[in-house]
């Protein structure tokens, strides 16, 4: 069983571009998750998905984010006009649909905003 | 709101011997989990412990253990017979049962393992 997917792994973006990462959760995972993880910090909730459904942005930032987790295909976290602040790492982490305790995350995607 | 700390930045130990990360946390819930996460230099995340708050035993797994303290609000990760491959920095984390299940963590604790 294959754990979870994170592409790419490193992304580098200028000033202003977008930046698309992706996620595809454990085999019968229907919930994802997406944390943000600054240099030398624990890692931050930003948003909770089920497959065509966001359960709880709260901690998303209101402008520029946005993610998605649609029927068919991966769950996408995608940021506009990225800013040098947005330089972090990204993880993404799954759950089965009756057990949503544990989380199992994916190597996550270090983007680095020049 | 949901916090957790961890008051050690940084430890540092021999190989073979025995250390204790401390955590602690707030929260108003009775019913949550509690996880140790580890975060080696490839930066995965990978789960080493977890802990269920309405059971009274302490969770083992090989050469890691807890101990809970709910009334405390206190969840220290022992490890023992340390290995050079423990060196990373590990994560208290902790979700509750309502709602999103979202995980709240730690700033982290950065352990060295020394030969």
């Known amino acids: 069983n294959a754990g979870v997917m994170q592409n790419p792994r490193h992304l580098v973006r200028r000033r202003g571009q977008e930046a698309r990462l992706r996620c595809s959760p454990m085999k019968g995972h229907s919930h994802v998750y997406w944390y943000r993880q600054l240099p030398e910090e624990g890692l931050k909730f930003m948003v909770y998905l089920q497959k065509e459904n966001i359960i709880d942005e709260s901690g998303m930032p209101k402008e520029r984010f946005s993610a998605e987790f649609p029927k068919e295909g991966p769950s996408i976290l995608r940021i506009q006009q990225v800013v040098r602040g947005d330089s972090a790492a990204y993880f993404c982490?799954?759950?089965?649909?009756?057990?949503?305790?544990?989380?199992?995350f994916g190597p996550g995607t270090r983007l680095t905003v020049l | 709101a949901q916090t957790v700390t961890q008051s050690q930045p940084e430890m540092s130990v021999q190989e073979a011997e025995t250390v204790t990360l401390s955590c602690t946390y707030d929260?108003?819930?009775?019913?949550?989990?509690l996880f140790w996460y580890k975060q080696p230099p490839s930066r995965q995340m990978i789960l080493v412990i977890r802990q269920e708050a309405y059971k009274q035993q302490n969770a083992t797994e090989n050469r890691f253990s807890v101990n809970f303290q709910k009334a405390a609000k206190s969840f220290s990760l022992k490890i023992s017979d340390s290995q050079l491959g423990d060196t990373a920095m590990y994560f208290c984390?902790?979700?509750?049962?309502?709602?999103?299940?979202?995980?709240?963590f730690g700033q982290g604790t950065r352990l060295t393992i020394n030969p």
């Open positions: 982490a799954s759950s089965p649909p009756i057990r949503t305790d544990t989380q199992y």
């Open positions: 984390a902790f979700t509750t049962f309502q709602g999103a299940q979202k995980l709240v």
């Open positions: 929260t108003s819930e009775s019913n949550y989990y």
